[in-house]
């Protein structure tokens, strides 16, 4: 086969892997449209607190929230905390130094443990059983009509901890009025098979039951007995919630022993709470439903100790919140679960062996097209390997991250040339180059649009490695292309140089600058500024969709100056800061919960954006340039 035939051959199965991803994309983008119900809910414990301080009834305060948009209550499982003002402890021993307990009683009471007290019944028979669940033959003693009490051998702490069950009577009161109810459960130790069936026997009652969610680290059962709560989840035929930014063990195999029925659910830390400003939250929620495909807000309460109008002023809120969300094309109501895209073995196939084109493009930029075409072959047999033993997982990551760093890399390398190009030629080779790079975004969409990488059960591997790697392949190979034979003798004259004291400082600075920016990638990225947050927030309100800065106000406008200078070694850090707007443009398509559609937007927005600025800086250039000669020749 000629070279001609050859890379025509490669080109027809580039456009054939390119359809392949847009077929993909085209389908994520309509599941993704569909999904638009959103869950405005507010916890229970915070109703009573409201309650209690207006001297409201809770059938008040929930017609209120009704009327306010909530459609949903989170009632997570009690502890002794909650219950403090009907129940008490005692231990075994203060038991039997009292006078509550006739003989006959006390010959049942067990000095080592502590007791539950309590006058109330009904919430009795609710301990008694949570005690059995969780506990194990515990101790139950009555004097009918005045006390009531169950007890276990438990340290103070185990008893803080333990779950006590729902306050069923409100729930079925908010349910008769309308609402949705969520429960959260917690963990409990070393859980027995028959303990799921029934921790959720009660709560199949409720019809309106729509979401259950898991308040600690570790999901109930995990690792050994996740199955059966699994089981009982199936039966109540409802999704479990993710808690966003709560990483839980067990949840990601949970869900996918649920067919990964799962809603995504967001809120404000309480502490955090107290420092945010009712605005500033209504933005945060918004933009978590808009940017990250949440469909659980859960609404913590501004709860103002000076304001005597505790429930209006919560109300009003709540209203506000309601408002922002509808205002962006949303509905308010019980959320459906997501759904992601179809496709076949073939497809995905078809997908992967695209970006092993692109490498194998990338090596004929080097000069190494045979090798490249060899490595390119077993790289296409070993994808193809995995999907047939059903490993694609593996390989779809590892793909995905190839196409971050070889995509740019190549649009940049086949963009660049010795001699300069004109404003406009400049602009069209920054367009050609950031084509090149979407058709990389495209095929990493294309890898990882599964309904466990839009959910957040799985992520996106090596952030790091897709922000550095293409720059340390764009420095080398340049050197290379522009030197060949001579480049270690250009590098050793290079390093025995006397460099001017500006460079140096241009220099330093742009290090600090690619140092920063290495920081700042990943999910341990540190915290911005206030400052920078106010300017994001600014964006995002002219432009709907805020363009990564990196990109329009950095990467771009720079890579323009580059193309329009042409290159020279002395340009390298500009070249450098100016690849970070191409490497960002293909990793803001890795955010797979995020709306494919919004990463479309904020990758146009910072395009067009950063050429505005990036010509405003080769005009400022050429002015610097003219007023240089001027009083140079005087």
């Known amino acids: ?162 779950g006590l069950g729902f306050p069923e009577e409100h729930m079925k009161i908010a349910e008769s009025k309308g609402f949705n109810l969520q429960v959260q459960i917690r963990s409990w130790p070393q859980p027995d098979d028959e303990d799921f069936s029934s921790l959720f026997a009660d709560l199949g009652h409720f019809a309106n039951l729509n979401l259950v969610l898991f308040n600690d680290k570790t999901i109930p059962g995990y690792p050994g007995k996740y199955l059966l709560l699994a089981e009982e989840i199936r039966k109540l035929g409802v999704p479990i919630g993710l808690i966003e930014f709560y990483n839980q063990k067990g949840f990601t195999q949970l869900a996918n022993a649920l067919d990964k029925k799962v809603i995504r659910l967001h809120s404000i830390d309480p502490a955090q709470m107290a420092t945010t400003s009712p605005q500033t939250a209504i933005e945060r929620y918004t933009l978590a439903v808009t940017d990250r495909n949440i469909r659980n807000i859960l609404v913590r309460f501004v709860l103002d100790e000076e304001s005597s109008t505790k429930l209006n002023d919560n109300v009003i809120y709540l209203t506000k919140v309601k408002n922002s969300i509808a205002e962006q094309g949303f509905a308010l109501g019980s959320p459906a679960s997501l759904e992601g895209p179809t496709y076949s073995g073939l497809l995905l196939f078809m997908v992967g062996v695209g970006v092993i084109v692109g490498g194998i493009l990338l090596a004929n930029v080097l000069g190494l097209p045979m090798p490249g075409l060899i490595l390119g072959t077993l790289a296409a047999l070993g994808w193809l390997a995995l999907l047939v033993t059903g490993n694609a997982l593996v390989g779809r990551k590892f793909l995905a991250l190839a196409a971050t760093i070889i995509f740019p890399s190549l649009g940049i390398l086949l963009g660049l040339k010795g001699e300069g190009s004109g404003l406009k030629g400049s602009v069209l080779i920054l367009l050609r180059t950031s084509s090149i790079s979407l058709c990389g975004a495209l095929l990493m969409v294309g890898l990882l649009s599964d309904l466990s990488f839009m959910l957040k059960l799985n992520e996106f591997s090596g952030v790091k490695l897709a922000h550095v790697a293409p720059l340390i392949i764009i420095a080398c190979v340049i050197v290379w292309l522009t030197e060949k034979r001579e480049t270690v003798k250009v590098i ?143």
């Open 492 to 634: 050793i004259e290079f390093l025995a140089s006397n460099i001017k004291v500006w460079y140096a400082l241009v220099v330093g600075i742009m290090t600090v600058a690619l140092l920063i920016y290495i920081l700042r990638t990943g999910n341990d990225a540190p915290v911005v500024s206030t400052l920078e947050l106010q300017f994001r927030g600014w964006l995002e309100k002219v432009l709907k969709v805020r363009p990564r800065t990196k990109e329009f106000l950095i990467g771009h406008p720079l890579l323009l100056l580059t193309f329009y200078l042409g290159y020279r070694h002395r340009f390298l850090p500009i070249l450098l800061l100016g690849s970070i707007g191409q490497i960002s443009l293909v990793n803001t398509f890795a955010h797979i919960h995020t709306p494919l559609l919004i990463s479309v937007v904020r990758a146009f927005n910072g395009l067009w954006l950063g050429i505005i600025i990036g010509i405003v800086l080769i005009m400022l250039f050429r002015i610097v340039l003219e007023l240089g000669r001027r009083n140079y020749y005087g």
């Open 1 to 162: 086969m000629t070279k001609k035939v050859i890379s025509l051959f490669l080109l027809a199965v580039f456009a054939v892997s390119l359809i392949s991803a847009g077929v993909i994309a085209r389908d994520r983008i309509d599941k993704e449209a569909h999904n638009r119900q959103v869950e405005l809910s507010v916890e229970y414990g915070q109703i009573l607190e409201v309650a209690g301080q207006g001297n409201h009834s809770y059938e008040e305060v929930l017609d209120n929230l009704q009327l306010a948009g909530v459609t949903g209550i989170l009632y997570k499982e009690q502890t002794i905390i909650d219950l403090e003002q009907q129940v008490w402890t005692v231990s075994g021993n203060q038991l039997l130094a009292g006078s509550d307990l006739d003989d006959q009683l006390k010959t049942q009471v067990v000095p080592e443990y502590i007791y539950l007290a309590t006058r109330d019944k009904n919430l009795y028979t609710r301990i008694s059983k949570q005690f059995a669940i969780k506990v194990h033959e515990p101790e139950q003693i009555e004097i009918p009509g005045r006390l009531y009490l169950v007890g276990a051998k438990l340290s103070t702490k185990q008893l803080a901890n333990l």
